[in-house]
């Protein structure tokens, strides 16, 4: 209440002052225009000017004869002291006309600091501080003399203007003290109640309450206008409590709807993870149902690559392998854009080859450019190192996606042959990155600016009939740029209609710190001669063969190589090796081989010619190696180039030895005795057939269980060490199987304690974890590989050799014992002569050379052997093997050959017997050599 009271006797005071404030400024004003009116008065210098100007004129017209005349000075003295005056501001000077001059006749009291100069001329001058004026004064016609007038100027009174000033201020002071007074009486006297009134009504808050305004005098209006603002206040009160009323109201309805929005949207979420877990589900089945099926599939091939097979069989399961995992990978792609909706997909980081999933690539889709008659392209630069870090099954799925897209959308025609290229190259490269680009490039129907917009979109192909016409759900794309982002790469495409489509992705690779054991070719003692008509075959082969410091010359044409011929020279002590390319011109081209083989220039020259045909050719010419190029792929030219350099026998009928021993499966009866007998719970027939084989292969005896049930009993009746069991069976499932066995079973410090390990087609992420959490000791997904089986079952059930399998150890022994007491002399002559020819001098060189070399092999053998270095062993048995054949040691070649082959497998006991019969056979050698070539 004071605060409002002073602040209105704050308003009061102010609204006084400002009053006050006017009637000053209005006397200040009234003073000021006086004093500058007065001021004016002093200062208008025309009047002045023109009332002296009429004075003289005056004078000048009552000038006569007797004034001017000399001897009337006097009288004209008078005449002008008479109109002077007693003024003190003026002076007038008068002079006559003598003899052409003006002679001063008279004058009155000079002005101070004035001084005239008497011109015959009529002039007014206004100077800064005087008004002169010149007058000619004439006689009847004649100028008779001149008169002079000149007057101060008036200056200000600047007292008298002070003066008015400080009496108008005085007055206006006085005069507003009393305003002010007055003012402020009669202000107290009828807002003081005022005033009291409204701040009643304020505190009480009674708005519906009036004041009078007929009470209040001058402030009637104010009264009324403080009325007018308590009805609005008043009014505005009841509308508040209407409207809170009203907003109570609604927020009731508000929370009533959002119950029923978040009870929907909770439904809603509800059904929307019903749904997802129906699609897992449906996933999971889809997954299992293939799945089932390819474990067959992949299964038997495992089993069948175990057994005798030759090269080209073993390379024909290889594709049947490789497709079959391509199926699995279609299922893949839909599991994977699942799991990368879902934000759920993860890549892996782990030592890799890219030219081993180029070739991977290029050789599972190579069956399906044949079909469509395209030209299948492979390049991968030598430079990329074999020990990068990356995920190599989502790089084989990008490549793969891309490169079967090309080979889809790419056709021949009867003008133009269809090509599709693979190719990895460097972009950039340091210490800890390499940037690896991956190029997938075809001249097919491409796209246009508008499809290559949309090609990456989910469920998308560049036009409508492209499902009709080539199938597919869209997804390939999407998926390559998912797992390109996940892996902190770039994906891009270049197309243009009719001329084809290039993608390109690129990947920053990390360098692996472990190094990767990777074959490491020597070519510096080859001297090589590549011929292809085919451009980019004829790169890929110099890039290739360049990388591992090969001499070698390339030529496209007939006439180039006939000219290499013409010139041809090579070191004595390198070997010379040409590579022809017969894929183009097949017949022609082996014609011109056998020509090349007759040439005088050339018969210590050995070939190698690429072939297209699908199964492999036998070496029916003891200088020509062929090799299958469609697709050239790098890890077989150098392997077949190190072949031809070493002499190597090229015969694919012979069997491929995969370096894998097969161990004898104890009986049922015998498994059992010895608490080894492992119980397998599938339902799927085939499934139980190759598991079976499978797990016999490794050694192990099985018993098998048609459904979860069946197992249960079983295993209640004879308590398997270790139990396989699939989870989706009827009657039980798997995870009811471990259950019973965690339940019923002993604890697992016992010695009876029972290995449960999962196999099952689901491969939905959380599987694993599940049926850890159950108490499972391991997991396996189908289709089960057999190394990933033999490392589990090695785990959980090591078996210790039986009778059965030390016996088949002691007959290998005992077969490569007398195999080596049958090669005969140490040296056979046969075979140096068809590498050396007949040249005894020759023979000395080379076996010198061997005898040095070879004590440096035995040295490094022996020194692994006690390191317990195998692969080391491996690595030097191998060099060992070639330089004992080249010169005709068969003994020594057979014994390295086997010390090769069967080192990570041989006993201590048997590879310290091996080593000694290699010894011994070396210094049979040398002994010979001494002797015959004295």
Not at 356 to 378: C, D, H, M, Y
Not at 426 to 437: P, R
Not at 486 to 512: N, Q
């Amino acid at each position: 209440m004071d605060k409002k009271i002073k602040k209105l006797k704050f308003v009061r005071i102010t609204h006084i002052f400002i009053i006050g404030l006017v009637l000053f400024g209005c006397l200040a004003t009234m003073a000021g225009v006086g004093g500058l009116y007065t001021f004016s008065k002093w200062l208008q210098p025309d009047q002045l000017t023109t009332d002296l100007q009429k004075h003289v004129n005056s004078i000048a017209k009552g000038m006569s004869d007797e004034i001017m005349s000399i001897d009337k000075q006097i009288e004209a003295q008078h005449y002008i002291s008479a109109v002077h005056g007693e003024s003190q501001n003026k002076a007038f000077f008068l002079y006559r006309m003598e003899n052409g001059q003006l002679i001063k006749q008279a004058s009155t009291n000079q002005l101070k600091g004035y001084i005239p100069s008497p011109i015959l001329a009529n002039h007014v001058s206004d100077l800064n501080s005087w008004v002169e004026i010149r007058k000619i004064i004439t006689i009847n016609g004649e100028e008779a003399g001149l008169l002079i007038g000149t007057m101060l100027k008036q200056k200000a009174d600047i007292g008298f203007i002070f003066t008015l000033f400080i009496i108008s201020t005085i007055g206006a002071i006085v005069l507003t003290r009393l305003l002010v007074s007055m003012f402020n009486s009669s202000v107290n006297r009828d807002s003081l109640p005022l005033i009291s009134e409204t701040n009643l009504i304020l505190n009480k808050e009674k708005f519906d309450k009036r004041l009078a305004p007929k009470r209040f005098g001058p402030f009637a209006i104010l009264a009324a206008t403080i009325n007018s603002l308590f009805k609005k206040v008043d009014s505005l009160r009841k509308d508040n409590i209407e409207l809170d009323i009203a907003n109570d109201k609604l927020a009731q309805e508000m929370e009533s709807k959002i119950n029923e929005r978040t009870n929907a949207l909770r439904m809603a979420m509800e059904e929307a993870e019903q749904a997802n877990e129906s699609k897992s589900t449906f996933l999971a089945t889809m997954s299992h149902e293939i799945r089932t099926p390819m474990n067959g599939i992949i299964g038997s091939i495992d089993l069948l690559r175990r057994s005798t097979l030759n090269q080209n069989q073993f390379r024909l399961s290889d594709t049947i392998r490789e497709s079959a995992f391509s199926l699995l990978r279609i299922i893949d792609d839909i599991l994977d854009f699942s799991k990368i909706e879902a934000g759920k997909l993860e890549v892996e980081s782990i030592p890799m080859s890219i030219n081993s999933i180029v070739e991977a690539v290029g050789r599972t889709l190579l069956s399906v450019a044949e079909q469509k008659n395209i030209e299948l392209r492979l390049y991968c630069d030598p430079a990329i190192s074999e020990s990068l870090m990356g995920d190599p099954i989502r790089i084989r799925q990008i490549l793969f996606n891309l490169a079967g897209n090309a080979i889809k959308f790419t056709n021949t025609s009867t003008t133009k042959k269809g090509v599709v290229q693979i190719r990895a190259e460097i972009s950039e490269k340091n210490l800890e990155f390499t940037n690896v680009v991956l190029r997938v490039i075809d001249n097919g129907k491409g796209m246009t600016d508008r499809q290559v917009n949309y090609v990456f979109q989910p469920f998308s192909q560049a036009e409508g009939s492209v499902t009709r016409q080539f199938g597919g759900t869209g997804l390939g794309l999407t998926i390559c740029q998912r797992l390109t982002d996940l892996m902190y790469g770039h994906i891009d495409v270049k197309s243009e209609l009719g001329e084809g489509s290039e993608f390109t992705v690129s990947l920053p690779l990390r360098s692996s710190v472990d190094k990767v054991t990777t074959p490491n070719y020597d070519f510096s003692e080859l001297d090589l001669v590549c011929f292809s008509s085919d451009y980019h075959n004829i790169a890929a082969m110099e890039s290739y063969v360049k990388h591992y410091q090969a001499n070698v010359e390339v030529c496209h044409t007939s006439d180039s190589l006939k000219q290499i011929i013409e010139h041809y020279r090579f070191e004595p002590s390198h070997q010379s090796i040409w590579v022809i390319d017969a894929t183009i011109q097949h017949d022609e081209t082996l014609n011109l081989v056998y020509d090349l083989l007759e040439n005088p220039s050339l018969l210590k020259t050995k070939f190698l010619v690429l072939s297209n045909a699908i199964e492999n050719q036998v070496q029916e010419h003891d200088r020509i190696w062929y090799m299958h190029a469609t697709p050239l792929c790098r890890s077989n030219l150098l392997e077949l180039i190190q072949d031809v350099s070493d002499n190597k026998k090229h015969d694919p009928e012979a069997p491929k030895d995969e370096g894998i021993k097969t161990i004898q499966a104890m009986s049922i009866e015998d498994a059992r005795k010895a608490n080894q007998l492992v119980l397998l719970a599938e339902d799927n027939t085939m499934n139980q057939q190759v598991i079976t084989e499978q797990l016999n292969m490794l050694g192990y005896a099985v018993e098998v269980a048609n459904d979860g049930q069946e197992a249960i009993e079983m295993w209640r009746k004879n308590h398997y060490p270790l139990v396989l069991t699939d989870l989706h069976m009827p009657y039980k499932s798997g995870y009811d199987v471990v259950k019973a066995i965690r339940e019923e079973g002993p604890e697992s410090s016992s010695d009876n304690f029972t290995r449960v390990v999962a196999i099952t087609a689901n491969a939905l992420k959380g599987e694993e974890q599940k049926c850890i959490s159950l108490g499972m000791d391991g997991y396996l997904t189908k289709p089960l590989e057999l190394n990933d089986l033999e490392v589990v079952m090695k785990k959980w059930l090591n078996i210790e050799e039986s009778e059965s399998t030390q016996l088949l150890k002691e007959t290998t022994r005992t077969k490569r014992a007398i195999s080596l007491e049958e090669n005969g002399e140490p040296i056979q002559q046969s075979v140096l002569v068809s590498y050396l020819g007949n040249d005894k001098e020759r023979h000395r060189k080379y076996l010198d050379m061997f005898k040095a070399r070879g004590n440096e092999l035995i040295d490094k053998i022996n020194l692994a052997a006690e390191n317990s270095e195998r692969d080391n062993i491996k690595n030097l048995a191998h060099q060992f093997k070639s330089m004992s054949k080249s010169v005709g040691a068969m003994p020594l070649f057979n014994s390295s050959q086997t010390l090769e082959s069967d080192v990570q497998s041989l006993e201590r006991a048997d590879l310290n017997d091996l080593l000694t019969t290699i010894q011994k056979q070396f210094n049979e050698v040398i002994n010979y050599v001494n002797e015959e070539y004295k």
